[in-house]
Protein backbone atom coordinates (compact mmCIF):
# COMPACT_ATOMS: atom_id res chain seq x y z
CA UNK A 1 0.00 0.00 0.00
CA UNK A 2 1.13 2.97 -0.80
CA UNK A 3 -0.31 6.96 -0.58
CA UNK A 4 1.20 9.51 -2.20
CA UNK A 5 1.29 13.17 -1.53
CA UNK A 6 2.41 16.13 -3.40
CA UNK A 7 1.40 19.66 -4.60
CA UNK A 8 2.83 21.46 -1.65
CA UNK A 9 4.71 24.20 -1.31
CA UNK A 10 5.01 28.44 -1.27
CA UNK A 11 2.13 30.58 -1.53
CA UNK A 12 1.35 34.08 -0.22
CA UNK A 13 -1.82 34.97 2.39
CA UNK A 14 -4.84 34.53 0.65
CA UNK A 15 -3.92 32.13 -2.34
CA UNK A 16 -4.82 28.85 -3.07
CA UNK A 17 -3.49 25.66 -3.28
CA UNK A 18 -4.82 22.08 -3.94
CA UNK A 19 -2.92 19.27 -2.61
CA UNK A 20 -3.13 15.48 -3.91
CA UNK A 21 -2.94 11.80 -2.52
CA UNK A 22 -2.95 9.51 -5.16
CA UNK A 23 -3.58 5.58 -3.55
CA UNK A 24 -1.95 2.09 -4.69
CA UNK A 25 -2.36 -1.16 -2.98
CA UNK A 26 -6.12 -0.16 -1.94
CA UNK A 27 -9.02 1.49 -3.28
CA UNK A 28 -9.92 4.58 -1.52
CA UNK A 29 -13.41 4.57 -1.77
CA UNK A 30 -13.18 1.41 0.69
CA UNK A 31 -11.95 3.50 3.14
CA UNK A 32 -12.21 6.90 5.42
CA UNK A 33 -9.35 9.05 4.23
CA UNK A 34 -8.22 12.25 5.51
CA UNK A 35 -5.95 14.66 5.43
CA UNK A 36 -3.76 15.55 8.45
CA UNK A 37 -0.73 18.36 9.20
CA UNK A 38 1.94 18.60 11.83
CA UNK A 39 3.47 22.56 12.53
CA UNK A 40 7.16 22.19 13.60
CA UNK A 41 7.24 21.69 17.27
CA UNK A 42 3.22 20.50 17.11
CA UNK A 43 1.55 17.65 17.15
CA UNK A 44 0.17 16.44 13.98
CA UNK A 45 -3.80 17.42 13.85
CA UNK A 46 -6.46 16.55 12.05
CA UNK A 47 -7.85 19.36 8.98
CA UNK A 48 -10.32 16.99 6.88
CA UNK A 49 -11.76 13.91 6.12
CA UNK A 50 -13.94 11.93 3.96
CA UNK A 51 -16.37 8.48 4.65
CA UNK A 52 -16.54 5.87 2.13
CA UNK A 53 -18.29 6.92 -0.42
CA UNK A 54 -18.10 10.35 0.66
CA UNK A 55 -21.45 10.18 2.29
CA UNK A 56 -19.79 12.54 5.20
CA UNK A 57 -16.85 14.91 5.15
CA UNK A 58 -15.45 16.78 8.89
CA UNK A 59 -13.39 19.64 8.74
CA UNK A 60 -11.34 21.13 11.64
CA UNK A 61 -12.96 24.36 13.01
CA UNK A 62 -10.02 26.25 11.59
CA UNK A 63 -10.03 25.19 7.96
CA UNK A 64 -14.38 25.41 7.98
CA UNK A 65 -15.38 27.40 4.86
CA UNK A 66 -11.49 27.57 3.25
CA UNK A 67 -10.44 23.96 2.83
CA UNK A 68 -12.44 21.44 0.47
CA UNK A 69 -11.00 17.11 0.76
CA UNK A 70 -12.50 15.52 -2.36
CA UNK A 71 -12.02 12.32 -4.18
CA UNK A 72 -11.89 11.05 -7.63
CA UNK A 73 -12.59 7.50 -7.95
CA UNK A 74 -11.12 6.41 -10.83
CA UNK A 75 -8.19 7.74 -10.21
CA UNK A 76 -8.03 6.42 -6.41
CA UNK A 77 -6.89 10.18 -5.75
CA UNK A 78 -7.88 11.96 -2.66
CA UNK A 79 -7.51 16.28 -3.41
CA UNK A 80 -7.48 19.00 -0.37
CA UNK A 81 -8.30 22.09 -1.86
CA UNK A 82 -7.31 25.15 0.46
CA UNK A 83 -8.19 28.59 -0.02
CA UNK A 84 -7.96 31.66 1.65
CA UNK A 85 -4.40 30.55 2.66
CA UNK A 86 -2.69 32.16 5.97
CA UNK A 87 0.12 31.79 8.00
CA UNK A 88 -1.11 29.09 10.41
CA UNK A 89 -2.15 27.05 8.02
CA UNK A 90 1.94 26.25 7.09
CA UNK A 91 2.79 22.86 8.08
CA UNK A 92 3.90 19.27 6.56
CA UNK A 93 0.23 17.63 5.25
CA UNK A 94 0.04 14.37 4.96
CA UNK A 95 -2.78 12.37 3.74
CA UNK A 96 -4.29 8.74 5.21
CA UNK A 97 -6.74 5.94 5.13
CA UNK A 98 -8.47 4.24 8.05
CA UNK A 99 -11.12 1.71 8.31
CA UNK A 100 -12.72 3.80 11.73
CA UNK A 101 -15.39 6.08 10.35
CA UNK A 102 -14.48 9.42 9.04
CA UNK A 103 -14.79 11.49 12.46
CA UNK A 104 -12.56 9.11 14.75
CA UNK A 105 -10.27 9.43 11.98
CA UNK A 106 -10.79 13.47 11.86
CA UNK A 107 -10.10 13.67 15.57
CA UNK A 108 -7.95 10.62 16.38
CA UNK A 109 -4.08 10.64 14.07
CA UNK A 110 -3.70 7.01 16.44
CA UNK A 111 -7.18 5.86 13.86
CA UNK A 112 -4.92 5.90 10.48
CA UNK A 113 -3.96 2.69 9.10
CA UNK A 114 -2.25 3.91 6.38
CA UNK A 115 -0.28 7.20 5.84
CA UNK A 116 1.12 9.04 2.92
CA UNK A 117 4.76 10.93 3.07
CA UNK A 118 4.15 14.53 3.92
CA UNK A 119 4.16 17.65 1.59
CA UNK A 120 5.43 20.87 2.85
CA UNK A 121 3.01 24.02 2.52
CA UNK A 122 4.36 27.51 3.40
CA UNK A 123 1.68 30.19 3.76
CA UNK A 124 3.95 33.15 3.93
CA UNK A 125 5.08 36.98 2.38
Request: aromatic share 8%; proline share 4%.
Amino acid sequence: VQLQACGGGLVQPGGSLRLSCAASGLTLDDYAVGWFRQAPGKKREGVASTSNSDINTYYADSVKGRFTISKDNPKNTVYLQMTSLKPEDTGVYYCAASGAPALVLLTQTGASDYWGQGTQVTVSS
